[in-house]
């Protein structure tokens, strides 16, 4: 079983209402390439995602904002930073790297 | 069929061409004119989307010379949902991001939403577009609306999503 399986992600930008949707529609098409069902797929603004990212496994965002995420990232959550936003190949990559893929 | 983001841009009358810009700035308040005269935006929307870029940096701007100004989804001045677009002919210089990368525009597509169905479907379309590089080129050469729409026939927008 995938490690992503039934995972509970969570997206962000800046205002939760540009980029971080069009993270989101990039993620949800590498989740169905993997055949994987996210528990839960979140996006929203940075300041919200800030305190809610430990409710999350895996936190998606632009690079320059990952290390917001530091904290989250200490306790357990997974940031994965992203160049381009609207690069699956990238996402997975960064999946890959980050150990969550087989 | 419905119309594609593109046609309603045309439709709406909610295209801008420039040569060019004194500054970032101030090619982010003309990208939000006709989205202003149309009723779509307050006058004062596009200091949310400076204030924004000043404190997060260039995020707004993408690969292939695309910027995507936008504020929050029910953001205050943002009366309807919509899509601005403008074209600059000289690149708009938005600085370097935190890679050191000099983030570069000429095509903009400046956000307004109010519904967030509307403003979900739009951004599905926006992202078909920013990911069809010869349409893209094709925007950068536009002069006139018909010029537009013209670009979207000769490269349609492939569902990258399917």
């Known amino acids: ?102 | 069929m419905a119309d594609t983001i593109l046609q309603k841009i045309v439709e709406r009358g909610h295209y801008k061409f420039v040569d060019k810009v004194d500054s970032w700035q101030d090619a982010v308040r003309l990208s939000t004119e006709s989205l202003v005269k149309t009723g779509y935006v307050s006058e004062n929307y596009y200091k949310q989307i400076v204030d924004c870029i000043t404190k997060y940096g260039p995020y707004v701007v993408f690969d292939h010379y695309v910027a995507m100004p936008h504020s929050q989804e029910g953001a205050e001045g943002a009366n309807k949902t919509g899509v601005g677009f403008m074209r600059v002919k000289e690149d708009v210089d938005f600085g370097k991001d935190e890679d050191g990368e000099q983030k570069i525009a000429r095509l903009f597509f400046t956000l307004a939403a109010k519904d967030p169905d509307e403003h979900l479907d739009n951004m599905n379309q926006l992202m078909n577009i920013f990911c069809n590089e010869d349409l893209l080129d094709a925007l950068m050469a536009a002069n006139t609306p018909e010029d537009i729409l013209q670009a979207e026939k000769d490269f349609p927008p492939e569902d990258i999503l399917a």
Do not use: W
């Not at chain 1, 529609?25 to 839960?40: D, H, N, R, W």
């Not at chain 1, 995602?49 to 290390?67: E, H």
């Open chain 1, 1 to 102: 079983m995938s490690k992503l399986e039934n995972k509970k992600f969570m997206v962000c930008c800046a205002n939760g209402a540009g980029s971080s949707l069009m993270m989101k529609m990039t993620l949800q098409k590498v989740l169905t390439k993997l055949g994987v069902k996210p528990a839960a797929l979140h996006h929203c603004s940075l300041s919200e995602g800030k305190s809610a990212a430990l409710n999350y496994d895996i936190v998606l965002c632009a690079r320059n904002f990952a290390k917001m995420f530091d904290d989250a990232a200490k306790k357990g959550t997974i940031v994965l930073g992203l160049k381009n936003i609207m690069s699956a190949p990238e996402m997975e990559q960064a999946m890959k790297d980050a150990g969550l893929l087989d």
